[in-house]
């Protein structure tokens, strides 16, 4: 028992744990920093081949550098979600200029839009596009419904359908939006919308809001024919205009029959 006492105590032991530990470190870098390096370089590609992208179809209004111009705002700071919403919802590029930007079919296709919204993030500092552990649903769908109602409901339409603003705009539709590009909306403020940033509305609540608005989508209507969800306007009317319409018919059909 002594021997193998003084053996485990042997100065030899020490230089051996270090030598171990050495390599073990060596290995773990070796590992990890290769994976690293390939990312920086792939987006460093994204970013280059996104501003051949952008000098192609965007300069001509968002200036050379963008940052602005005559014929649209500076891009500096908006970050790659704003830059993935608007592409990638086919408001931009703007084919005509109005009083607002419409929703359209996109112009570039999924990596094309990467590129062209990591070539914008090396402008300046802002939001970057969402994971999808966020957009995909999964959050608490009766909060969502009262953050939805509280934020939302005044513009979009108690059930997401979309309403009429001032001056010709609109808040669209938001059954047929995918849930990132609800939840990049919400962080960029597109159009007339607000910005709702993490101080307002912290990625959870967003998550609850796009699972919200997942569910109405799926869900089906115990009423009846749900007329588009649109609200107490156009039911009123249709009851007015159609209701009481057949009633007036048939009250003339039986008067008559009478005579």
């Not at 270090?18 to 460093?44: H, R, V």
């Not at 084919?95 to 990591?118: C, I, W, Y």
């Not at 969402?130 to 934020?151: C, H, M, Q, W, Y």
């Amino acid at each position: 028992m002594s021997s193998l006492v003084a053996r485990r105590r042997h100065p030899a032991a020490i230089a051996i744990v270090l030598l171990l530990g050495l390599i073990i470190t060596g290995g773990l870098y070796a590992a990890f920093a290769p994976k690293n390096a390939d990312a920086a370089s792939s987006s460093t590609q994204a970013a280059s081949a996104g501003h051949k992208l952008f000098l192609s179809n965007c300069a001509t209004c968002h200036g050379l550098d963008g940052a602005g111009g005559d014929g649209g705002p500076s891009l500096v700071g908006v970050g790659a979600a704003a830059v993935d919403f608007q592409v990638g919802t086919g408001r931009m590029p703007l084919a005509n200029p109005g009083v607002q930007a419409e929703r359209g079919t996109p112009q570039f296709d999924n990596k094309e839009t990467s590129q062209l919204a990591a070539y914008v993030a090396t402008l300046g500092e802002g939001p970057s596009v969402p994971s999808s552990s966020l957009t995909s649903g999964g959050g608490d769908i009766a909060k969502g419904g009262e953050l939805f109602r509280v934020n939302c409901a005044m513009c979009h339409n108690f059930a997401g359908s979309g309403g009429a603003l001032t001056r010709g705009k609109f808040a669209p539709n938001l059954m047929d939006v995918s849930g990132k590009h609800i939840y990049e909306a919400m962080l960029t403020g597109p159009q007339s919308m607000p910005v709702f940033n993490n101080s307002n509305l912290t990625p959870q609540d967003k998550k609850d809001i796009v699972s919200f608005l997942q569910n109405v989508k799926a869900e089906s209507s115990p009423g009846g024919w749900s007329m588009g969800n649109l609200g107490p306007v156009p039911e009123g009317l249709f009851a007015w205009t159609i209701g009481i319409g057949m009633l007036i018919l048939i009250a003339v059909w039986l008067g008559k029959k009478a005579a």
